[in-house]
């Protein structure tokens, strides 16, 4: 028995549609969420605002909500860079105000428990949001855009030789160069990072939102990054969006090692330290050939009396890392959720936000909050970071 390529596809049609409406559906259901709160927080609960400035703050809110989902799909479904910027902004502005819209309602009870009667009570509520959300916008944009300060973390390895206690490991991750030019952004961040005079400088991925040839201006200094022992990348998951292979030979031709599954063996006054890769967790489900994580082929013939330090895109993937014995995985992917309170919904998804954590008897995992941002340029009460870890002996 056979099947033509009508068979497979007919029968999968159906299933798709309604798949389609739900996901729309989905997001329809949650920008009306994301829009609705503020708009009664602001011109509905007992403000009673004059009549013009209830139909301008409603109509601009209603151009607000008709036109970031346009943006976001023309900005990164058809890649226009102005587009995706600016509904990158919009997304970030709404979700901040979404959120202190809420939490503004306990300020709402305090002035009633107090006596504070509408529409006072409400005008003083709309008010306090409009000025912590611009604020908090205004020094999130700062905060995205300024060159990370350098975060320091020693960690001690058992089993790491006398000849590299003290090396040295520049950690960056997340870059995400995209839509908005950071090409002196990223000449900095290397300056700050050569200026660290590290062994081994490590990229764990999500270098960019877009192509190389698309953002080749803005990557291009990592190839002024210097290390006395070792440059390595891994792909994140966003590689896979976006020519993960091209991303892999990019960062090749200008002299990194990529630890694609794979490891190099670093050595420093006769002591030895296996430096291994492993690609993003959602390599495999992308469908690019020959990609999808593989610790044991990344670790087939290293000693297995050596330490290891391992690069893994998402925390998510430190289980295969205690299995198998690794020492310190670092990894990025989690912003350190990037705008608050998005970071505890990340920890649905992760098993650590940021910092450094224990797996296991031996694993330990160190989660970058991430060098750059994606989307939205502004980082509330997370942020950005280049690290410098400093290995000791356990």
Known sequence: MTETPAAVVEPEAPTRRPRNWLRVLIVSAILLLLFSVPWWTLLSAGTRWPAA??????????????????????????????????????????????????????????????????????????????????????????EAMRVPRVKHVDVAIAGLGQGLDGVRVAMITDTHYGPIDRTRWSSAVMDRVNALDADIACHVGDIADGTPA???????????????????????????????????????????????????????????????????????????????????????GADAALPVLLLAHQPKQVPQAVEAGVDLQLSGHTHGGQIWPFNFLVRLDQPVVAGLSRHGARTQLYTSRGTGFWGPPFRVFAPSEITLLTLRRG
């Open 53 to 142: 400035v209830v139909i301008a703050g409603s109509g601009t809110l209603v151009a607000v909500f008709v036109a970031l989902p346009a943006l976001l799909v023309l900005g990164h479904g058809r890649h226009r860079d102005r587009a995706a910027a600016i509904g990158d902004a919009l997304l970030g502005a709404v979700w901040v105000l979404f959120v202190w819209s809420v939490l503004a309602q306990v300020l709402r009870l305090a002035l009633f428990i107090f006596g504070v009667d509408d529409p006072v009570r409400s005008r003083v509520v709309a008010g306090a949001v409009v000025v912590v959300v611009l604020a908090l916008l205004a020094w999130g944009y700062v």
């Open 214 to 300: 698309v953002r080749e201006r803005q990557a291009a200094p990592l190839a002024t990054v210097r290390a006395r022992l070792a440059r390595v990348y891994v792909t994140g998951n966003h590689e896979y969006f976006h020519e993960a292979q091209g991303w892999l030979d990019y960062m090749a031709d200008i002299g990194w090692d990529v630890l694609h599954n794979r490891h190099i063996v670093v050595e420093r006054d006769g002591a030895k330290l296996v430096v291994a890769g492993v690609d993003d967790a959602t390599a495999l489900a992308s469908g690019v050939d020959g990609h999808g994580a593989n610790l044991e082929r990344a670790l087939a």
